[in-house]
């Protein structure tokens, strides 16, 4: 089934969304804060709008991916937002990382617009996405899942239901807090080692060997060897996806306190100008408290 | 080659070592505190004696398994202890996770005697050793190592020889503080989703299916569901290990802050009287601190 | 110099505030969302107004006492809102702690009416101010302080200009961390003490009587031995003081870890059902961790 | 009363002890690692005997300073030890901040001399020391203290019996877990108001104004102004002090989750070169995480 679908939001990770879709061969109307990064997109047949609200106003179905709250607050709300331009009927699929409160303040506007609006976060890199290997969380009703479900498997394979509006981003950010926390602790074992004698190579290896080595270590730990010359993930995101994580634990009276303790040193990665690497550059904070030589940078 | 070899400290682990060496055909003399505890050892050939130094006295290989740096100088100094009673040309084998510190203050003595000593700490629980898969990291000489290769087969299939005497249990220490810290992590984001609207299990099988779902956290974390009879490792244990690293780092001059949180929440373990629990028994403590449900106990 | 104040948030600490303005003399208007509670005071001569923007409408100075950030947006924002009512001319001093950037945001707003903007945020218990020795800080334009100097120092003796608008509120969220940090500390060291065979009396004693005894833990540390019937400042006015000083953080790039996790101790506090306890209730969470007995409650 | 006393430890503060002793009209037989340290008291009469037990053997009251509880075996256990020279009835008063666990096994050893033991650790710095005024807490057997007040009294004139030996040891530490700690906070918050555009002189003037200035904060805060020359406690010591908390937390049960993390800023602070420093050099480990310049040095 072939439709005319609208995506706000065409960045690292949202561009190739589209692209997929387009791909699919579906009609994808799209924008973006910066139009000319859409440009290969367009080269493909997405044609760009004017505003979210545009987008909106021609897609059954709307996509968004966007940094952090502010940003959907910023595309979805106003005069020219998404939710300004849905037709009744329509369904808003939010996919990215913010917080459960953003989320719902937007779809009760949704609701109030006799739309219906899911949140769906996604769980994978950059090149699980180009592999088709997305896992996709979804909140939300569940009948208006069944009417998008095509189209989100043209962007991942594996989708889960997780329960209402609000809670697969609010899964996500504790999946989240789990990987920010799961990299200073390597970093901490990696700079134990080493300043105990045993070379760095020497103890990535180890520990990737190790019960302890999981997906995310297998492909981020060799970073503290070699940064990667794009981030994967940025330090500067993990910081926000941490504070969200904090804010819903205050939120819901839930004390988190190595999150945030692992908070701060995404903080100090920020300070140390390492905002824009790739999340394992708290390796770098942890190894100049210990006195050690960072990550080599590519 | 079949040979006389030696066993101290038959507990949990210890016991079962043994047991895979006299089951490949070797005379295994031993001792153990609890002497009633080998019965079934004895049962199957092992030979108890009176002291550590008796167990020296008669083997060519010399190994040990017990819990931490005081027990290790108990059963490996004085003059009932191993030292006293090993063979020249004769080789100590101490398979604990201990500390680099009592490593070489015991290796030091094996050498005076004319013997020689690694450290040979181990990676996996009580059923990956029963299936014979489990992975042993050696410290000391690489000739040592040779020479006692057989029977290390015998109890793992994995050896890695990670450095000089001493750098084995360093590096089994980095990996276990990443560990313990990966179960905290699990336990705040488990939590998190709880406390935000998911059910527990929902949220246990969404982190089991990300990308943070290490081997441990595989096996473990459904014990946040259910606790098992049997720790597979005792939060007291984590407690000890942690402390170790702990020491290690204060000793090589690394700070190790995330370790240090996570050492004072099992110590918190340890003060609700879960000290015997699996080490996921963190998770009641954090759990509490919430003000929600501890894990279900067997 | 008599003149008509206005007062918005006639609570524990605006009420009194209010008090000592009719006490000098002035004329006051005020507001409360909770009118019944301001009797007393219209007991003394204090006149009702029906909404924030008409208490500005009646006043040359206008004071604002509230608990956070977007109580101070409700108060001062909006159609019914203080900016909405401020005559040209007038100045606006908000006393809450709240955050720099709320305050600017305010500020903003008060400017382009055509009136003037401070932040007046106040150290000290109710005790001390109803002793009249509350101090305060200011951030903005002294010459606009020189001209409401007269009424703040009805109200508090010792008045301290910090630098521009927002400033003193950051100061204070800087003072309030560390009160907070070491309320903690102190807790940890009573419980040490009392864990290795002192009595808690002995070693509150001897805490109090060490260089470490700030005058607000003179006043606070012995709550751990009886908690006072009210709060002096509650264990959530805490937690939302340690947020925004986290926030203020995060904006302005300096990672706080020690901060961070007395944050997480405060967020357990309230989780216990501790909010509205005096702030030294934190105790009694670290006390369940080392499995002590509470503190006492009034 | 004029007696025989003897001092095992002649630095920093023991020397200026033994000196209080001296100028009280007492003779006093010394031992210090370093002799020729000791110039300026033989000038003054102190008499060097050749070993600490040589000391023991010649006074009727000992006394010892020393760093940690290796330092403590070291001078009283062995067969040069103070213990070995102990007269039978004389009195053994160790000064030292170290460990309960060894200030007891030292005192079972004492007490099968038929001598006594109390451990006596003081509060304050060299200038408190020299100004008469140093604060002196003491465990052991009261009738014992009694015997020795006049000689305590000559060094300092307040002086608190605390309960059974070990106990003021334990005092001690909680104690300077707090003072570890609050200079931390007071580091914190320094930076975040510096951070948030205010002057560090103007924000550490302000937080010695509020209720969070504790003494040792009055001394100690201006240093991150300006370092002193000679540190009045150093960084290392701090260190030493909180891991000695850290261990008897753990021997007695009790977590000490800010305790921990305070001791990992603590080993940075040695890992940056800075452990001779005072301990305000903490400040300079947070500054750099956060981007900002060191406290200058003197």
């Known amino acids: 089934m072939v439709a005319t679908l609208g995506f706000v939001g065409l960045g690292t990770m949202g561009g190739r969304m589209a692209r997929r879709l387009l791909d699919a061969g579906h009609a994808v109307v799209g924008w973006n804060r910066t139009p000319a990064k859409a440009k290969p997109l367009v080269d493909r047949g997405l044609r760009l709008a004017d505003s979210p609200r545009a987008v909106a106003e021609a897609a059954e179905v709307v996509f968004s991916m966007v940094t952090d709250p502010a940003a959907l607050r910023g595309v979805a709300l106003g005069e020219d937002g998404i939710v300004a331009g849905l037709r009744p009927g329509a369904v808003y699929v939010d996919m990215s990382t913010v917080s459960p409160a953003a989320t719902r303040e937007v779809g009760e506007r949704v609701r109030a617009r006799g739309a219906a609006m899911l949140d769906a976060p996604v769980s994978g890199s950059i090149s699980t996405l180009e592999q088709g290997q997305l896992a996709i969380m979804v909140g939300g009703d569940p009948a208006v ?36 926390i799961q990299m200073v602790a390597f970093s901490e074992a990696v700079l134990l080692a080493e300043k105990a004698g045993i070379a760095r190579e020497a103890a990535v290896d180890a520990l990737l060997k190790s019960v302890a080595a999981s997906p995310m270590l297998k492909y981020r730990g060799p970073f503290v060897l070699k940064m990667p010359e794009a981030a994967w993930a940025s330090a500067q995101l993990m910081e926000k996806d941490l504070q969200l994580a904090l804010d819903l634990g205050r939120e819901a009276g839930v004390p988190l306190p190595t999150t945030a303790l692992a908070s701060a040193l995404y903080t100090a990665t920020r300070a140390a100008g390492l905002a824009a690497q790739d999340m394992a550059a708290v390796f770098d904070v942890l190894a100049r408290l210990g006195g050690l030589r960072e990550s080599p940078k590519a």
Chains 1, 2, 3, 4 share one sequence.
């Open 145 to 180: 899942l069944e009417r998008v479900r095509p189209y989100l498997l043209a962007i991942g394979p594996t989708i889960t239901h997780v329960g209402p509006l609000g809670l697969a981003v609010a899964m996500k950010l504790a999946i989240n807090l789990g990987l920010g």
